[in-house]
């Protein structure tokens, strides 16, 4: 069975800063690429960052220059360092897994999804 737990989140200042961790088990993850979304209250869910098999990443351009998304495959795990945090980065986040190793923003192709983790940053 393949699963995805996100952790890490929580309620910072604006500002701050908050790494999410997602540990993926139920099979190989090490040559996929592997995404972050995020959806705030009332809105629909939207792509972060991904990172491919290869390695290379891709961000929103809102988050460009603040979140890096990076992965450790010795341990199933990808992360998500966030710092100046603002208040519009309120929402539930979300780790996603494609079958491929290339993936962009498209959620069509992310297969397996977790929890999500809320992260609340306060004004």
């Known amino acids: 069975q393949v699963r995805l737990v996100e952790s890490g989140g929580g309620l910072v200042h604006s500002g701050g800063s908050l790494r999410l961790s997602c540990v993926a088990s139920?099979?190989?993850?090490?040559?996929?690429?592997m995404g972050w979304f995020r959806q705030a209250p009332g809105k629909e869910r939207e792509f972060v960052a991904v990172i491919r098999g290869g390695g290379t990443t891709y961000y929103a351009d809102s988050v460009k220059g603040r979140f890096t998304i990076s992965r450790d495959n010795a341990k199933n795990t990808v992360y998500l360092q966030m710092i100046s945090l603002k208040p519009e980065d309120t929402a539930v986040y979300y780790c996603a897994s494609a079958i491929t190793s290339w993936a962009q923003g498209d959620q069509g192709t992310y297969k397996y999804w977790g929890q999500g983790t809320q992260v609340t940053v306060s004004s």
């Open positions: 139920g099979r190989t993850f090490t040559s996929v690429a």
